[in-house]
């Protein structure tokens, strides 16, 4: 089930129609590209092990004949003694084999094609495309989003300073500097006018100090400003109400705010508690609401002739998504695509008629498609191997259930294929926390295995739930900015209690044996679990969770916070944690302390607690070699199976 490739990367060439995306199949990475009329995918790369550098930021020239790539990072999952780096790379379409440019990332292409702008030590370097470099500049601060504008002279970037940013532009045949209208506030996100002239961007107020991952309903409310790059002038052309959505939130984009042919600027706003579109002329004014309705808007990209924008949205099916176009003007936005599939990524081709997308559905994981017209057709059928279980796939069920406290819950129930009476069961509880699980396969990589695990535990006699818990996305704003959640105090405790709860009362289920797993944030639930209802969860698989909030986040002993962070957490429930644990995590992890896995399994141990562990030397958060997925799930099937089956 984890043999599928998996797309990512998704882009649209400027000319010519065709389309590119990264290909990850069973870790081996490498650049696909399809085009009219035949659209048969075929690879412009040929990398060959499952060595975990990643293939990313792809970039096409403005005659669409070659495309500019990243490849790799600092991490070294498969132990290459010569060590790694991240490197710019360039593939050309009908030519040579690619070849470095650069040691860097980030990249920007000039408009006459013959420039890259990229980033190196978190400075903004340049180089001409046959590799030699060209005067760059240097800049305080740690730079990042280099964009050339329209005419090619010059080059923004976000200088981001600790406790503020700036927008910064530098004239490249002048070789000067300049930053945009500078203050203490947060500034990012900017985007060019078609003229050259001026930049928008975000501003985000700067508040101080304040307790981590707490709700943020509201606060001081953020702003789009607008800037003279020649004089460096700015005011201000939008402001965000008080109350719902004066703190800014974001959606899938190349830049969270869109410049448009007819002079407007399209962003996200959360005003009625759901992330919706709206526009505003850059002459001023009120916003105009682009997509009402109370569903969240997730991607966005600006179509062909900058006047309409084709997104992914929840709309009239919460626990799925579709594709939507809108007109940047207003209007009543038009469905692309529909039923009990999920489609997502838009990337609008130089075609107006013809729209690239990524889709899944319960049975299918995602792959990349084309849309002309009312036709969907696959780019890449290759993707799927001869020998994926198709016909095993369960169609999961939308289940809707209370948690402890009362709050309406959504999941996603697995039920074996074949049943010889209550069978064991687990609840699954994923990341991030703002993330949500759908109703098919996930469009995104750790959740589309995680969804590969769901259905492999499935088909091995358990009867699954994925809960969509509170402090995730998909349900609106207050659902997602939940009170009292994680370290300010683990209000998510309720929705598994009732998860487990939930499951305890299906007539499929024996009560008896009840598990659980997840990752990360899923990780801290399933330990939370297993710590605090060990009579409800009978054992768990917990993957890089986060086991102490005031360790994980740097909390000092006697801050106002520490107490409540740390009663938050799987640590402080020690004395009634009864049930067996596999711990798995990768030791070069970037996202969650190891020594959380650290501390919990000695603590564990000396309480007399059944402990299993897989440790992966060199391994990062989301695993980067198919070997870890493929052997951590594995070993959590083996270890489920032990602890829950008669």
């Not at 799925?320 to 838009?346: C, D, F, M, N, Y």
């Not at 799927?384 to 095993?392: M, T, Y």
């Not at 609840?427 to 996930?442: E, I, N, T, Y």
């Not at 067996?580 to 996202?591: A, E, R, S, T, Y």
Request: charged share 20%; hydrophobic share 40%.
């Amino acid at each position: 089930m984890l043999g599928a490739a998996f797309p990512t990367e998704l882009t649209a060439a400027p000319a010519g129609g065709k389309v590119a995306w990264v290909s990850n199949s069973r870790g081996v990475r490498n650049i696909l590209v399809a085009g009219p009329p035949s659209w048969q995918a075929r690879k412009i790369t040929a990398y060959t092990s499952d060595d975990g550098q990643e293939i990313a930021n792809l970039r096409w020239t403005p005659s669409g004949s070659a495309i500019l790539y990243v490849r790799g990072g600092s991490a070294n999952p498969a132990l290459n003694a010569q060590g790694v780096s991240q490197d710019v790379w360039i593939a050309e379409l009908n030519g040579p084999p690619p070849r470095k440019l650069a040691t860097g990332n980030e990249v920007a292409i000039a408009p006459d094609g013959n420039r890259v702008a990229f980033v190196a030590g978190g400075q903004v370097s340049l180089v001409q495309f046959d590799g030699n470099p060209l005067p760059s500049f240097h800049a305080r601060g740690t730079c990042g989003r280099p964009a050339w504008s329209p005419d090619g002279a010059r080059i923004s970037f976000v200088s981001a300073r600790g406790d503020h940013s700036f927008i910064g532009v530098y004239t490249v045949a002048a070789g000067e500097l300049r930053y945009l209208d500078p203050s203490t506030d947060d500034d990012s996100e900017p985007v060019w006018s078609r003229d050259s002239r001026a930049i928008a961007f975000l501003r985000e107020p700067s508040t101080g100090k304040r307790a981590v991952r707490e709700a943020r309903r509201a606060g001081e409310p953020w702003s789009i400003r607008l800037a003279n790059v020649e004089t460096g002038e700015g005011r201000e052309l939008w402001r965000a109400a008080p109350g719902p959505g004066s703190v800014f939130r974001g959606v899938t984009a190349a830049n969270q705010l869109a410049w448009t042919a007819d002079d407007r600027i399209v962003f996200p706003w959360e005003r009625d508690g759901w992330t919706h579109l709206y526009s505003v002329a850059i002459s001023g004014g009120s916003a105009a609401l682009l997509t009402p309705g109370e569903f969240e808007v997730e991607d966005v990209a600006l179509a062909a002739g900058r006047r309409d924008l084709t997104f992914s949205s929840n709309q009239g099916d919460i626990d799925r998504r579709h594709l939507w176009k809108v007109a940047a003007s207003g209007g009543p936005p038009v469905a692309l695509t529909s039923g009990e599939g999920i489609e997502v990524a838009p990337a609008p081709t130089s075609d107006p008629n013809a729209i690239a997308l990524l889709r899944s559905d319960a049975q299918h994981p995602l792959h990349p498609a084309i849309r002309t017209g009312s036709t969907l057709r696959d780019l890449d059928p290759a993707a799927l191997p001869a020998d994926f279980p198709l016909s095993k796939m369960v169609t999961p069920q939308q289940v809707i259930f209370p948690s402890a406290d009362g709050l309406t819950l959504h999941g996603q129930l697995f039920l074996p294929p074949s049943r010889n009476g209550p069978a064991p069961a687990l609840v699954f509880f994923h990341g991030g926390s703002r993330r949500q699980m759908l109703l098919g396969w996930h469009p995104m990589y750790y959740y589309s295995n995680a969804y590969a695990l769901n259905q492999y535990l499935a088909n091995r006699g358990y009867v699954v739930l994925s809960v969509n818990y509170r402090s995730g996305t998909g349900y609106g704003l207050n659902f997602r900015e939940a009170l009292n959640y994680g370290p300010s105090g683990a209000s998510e405790y309720n929705d598994v209690q009732g998860a487990g709860i939930f499951l305890r009362s299906l007539p499929e289920v024996d009560p008896a044996r009840i598990g659980a797993w997840g990752g990360s944030y899923g990780g801290y639930l399933t330990a939370l679990a297993l710590a605090r209802a060990s009579d409800l969860f009978q054992a768990g698989v917990d993957f890089h969770g986060v086991h102490d909030w005031a360790v994980e986040l740097g909390i000092p002993a006697g801050a106002p916070d520490y107490r409540v962070a740390f009663e938050s957490s799987p640590m402080n429930f020690l004395s009634t944690w009864k049930s067996p644990v596999l711990l798995i995590q990768g030791d070069d992890d970037p996202d969650v302390l190891f020594n959380n896995t650290v501390v919990l399994a000695g603590a564990l141990r000396r309480r007399n607690v059944e402990v299993e562990e897989l440790i992966f030397p060199d391994e990062v958060h989301d695993f980067l070699l198919y070997k870890s997925w493929h052997e951590g799930y594995q070993a959590t099937a083996r270890f489920l199976d032990r602890k829950l089956k008669r």
